[in-house]
Structures are given as C-alpha cells and as structure tokens.
C-alpha cells in the first residue's frame, strides 16, 4: 500500500471524514490528493495526520501494510496510564477500535472485571453481570492466565444470582477451590439462615466457633443474636451503628439489604415507625439499583 492509501484505509477504519483529519493542519483538497496518490505529504503535513489518525509515522514509511503494531506502540501508554489510575471505562475507551491481541484482551478482561465490582458495590446487578459476563468473554480469548480473572467473575455472577433467588450457596466455588475471604462471606451467609431458625443457645453456640474477621460481619451477627435473646434495644443500637456503616463502606448490596431489613423489622417492633420508614424508603432505593 502506498502512503495516501494507508491514510485513507486507516481514516475510513477509524470513522473519519477528511474534514476531521484536515481540521488546522491540511487543506481537504490535499488530503484528496495524497489520499488518492496524486501527491506526497510533506513532514508537518504527515506529522499533523498522524497524530489525527493516533499512530506513528513509521506505520506509512514502513512497508508492512498492517498498522496494529504502530497503533498499539501510540496507543498504550495512555492504557497503562488509565488502567494505573482506576479509571478502567476510559481505558476500555481507549482500545475498543484497537484489534485485540492477548495482552489487550487480558487488559480488557482486568477492567470489565474491576468495572463489575464497582457495580456490584452500588448494588446494579444488571449492569455488573454484563461486566462479568464480558470480563469472562475477554479472559477466554486470551493466552495469559486469566483463571482467576474467570472465577471471580464467576463467583460474583453466583452471588448476583444468590440475590436474585434469595439462597443460600455451596460452600466451594465451581472448581472446587477455596477463598478465604469467600468462605467468611459464606460462613455469615449461613449464620444468617441459623439466626433465623434456631434457638438462641444453639445459635450463639455455633457463632462462637466462627471466627469473623470482618467487623461488619460481627456487629450484624450479634444484632441478629440480640434478636434472638429478645434484647431489642440492643439490637437496634447495633443495627443504627451498621446503617451508618454502609454509607461510608462499599459493602456487598446484599449485606446492605440484610441490615436494612433487620432495621426496619426491629424499628416497627419498638414502635419507631418513623425510623422504620425512612429505612423502608433506603431499602426501595437500593432494590431500585439492582434493576440497573
């Protein structure tokens, strides 16, 4: 290919019009012509459509015809730059009209899976299990290790159904491995079913031989306990504590859900009708969210 057809291919791939690419640096009429082999540009005019284009000017000196090697060579510096600083949208942005080698695909699988995560955190289910869905798709497509990426995009697609069903899950992922920060989170799961369905003693006897090392877990845990023991002061007091917990800590949706729900159970039963609505009024807001 000649220099004004790897002007023109490139332009048209990336969706430009010669307007956009002539914008304070080439007549239209020039690009027309270098385009079409009519005439060469000069190095300010080559210099101004390359950085246009968002390539090197190597590309249409060199004689391979495949401009990927120079795109990316311009492109990831900005990548690295967005992905080291948490801002993984733009950096999604910035390789999506990039084809996608393996290191692109992991990059890509990394962010969708942080993106899910953040998600998650705000409790939009719907939007996070795409993220997951395309973090698993991107993983899959590429040579790096990307088990883990897998399986914690899996493990969080679980919990999103979990929420949906209202379940209790397995205590082993699908392969059969084991997280510990998983198991604590399962382990709470299941306190919560026994703090439901068993009696006090038995309850407080099956707790104690969890050792939680979230305190956020711990502080719920022993509201549902003093709910048990029918000390309801208590358990409010413990709960008032959590609701501002989960304002100012990016919890799981799900914890959050719990916490309000046991709020509002124990505000109507003290006759806080007041308190019970407005946690009533956060709780619909949250549910809200996981239709996003």
Do not use: W
């Not at 990336?14 to 080439?26: F, H, K, L, P, S």
């Not at 311009?74 to 992905?83: F, N």
């Not at 029918?230 to 008032?240: D, F, G, K, P, Q």
Request: hydrophobic share 40%; charged share 25%; proline share 2%.
């Amino acid at each position: 290919m000649t220099i004004g057809e790897k002007i023109k291919a490139l332009r048209l791939a990336r969706g430009m019009t010669q307007t956009a690419i002539c914008e304070g640096g080439v007549t239209r009429n020039m690009l027309s012509r270098i385009e079409n082999g009519a005439a060469l540009p000069s190095l300010p005019t080559l210099q101004h459509i390359v950085k246009k284009l968002g390539v090197s000017a190597g590309y249409f000196l060199d004689e391979v015809d495949d401009a990927f090697p120079y795109l990316k060579i311009a492109l990831m510096p900005s990548v690295r730059e967005a992905y080291r600083s948490g801002q993984y949208a733009q950096c999604l942005e910035r390789i999506a009209s990039l084809q996608k080698d393996d290191e692109l695909r992991f990059i890509e699988a990394s962010s969708f899976l942080a993106l899910g995560k953040e998600t998650y955190r705000r409790g939009h289910l719907v939007s996070a299990e795409h993220f997951f869905r395309q973090a698993i798709a991107a993983a899959r497509h590429t040579l790096y290790h990307s088990e883990i990426l897998i399986e914690e995009s899996e493990y969080h697609l679980a919990a999103i159904e979990r929420a949906r069903e209202n379940k209790l899950p397995e205590l082993t992922t699908s392969s059969g491995r084991l997280y510990d920060e998983k198991i604590e989170y399962y382990l709470y799961l299941y306190m919560l079913h026994v703090t439901k369905n068993t009696r006090y003693d038995l309850a407080a006897a099956i707790y104690d031989t969890m050792k939680f090392t979230s305190t956020l877990f711990r502080k719920h845990l022993n509201a549902r306990l003093s709910l048990l023991a029918r000390n309801n002061s208590r358990a409010a007091t413990l709960l008032s504590e959590l609701l501002e917990d989960i304002k100012s800590t990016d919890c799981d949706p799900i914890f959050a859900i719990n916490v309000l729900n046991d709020s509002e159970s124990v505000a109507g039963a003290l006759g806080h009708y007041e308190a019970a609505y407005r946690v009533l009024l956060q709780k619909n807001e949250l549910l809200g969210n996981f239709q996003k």
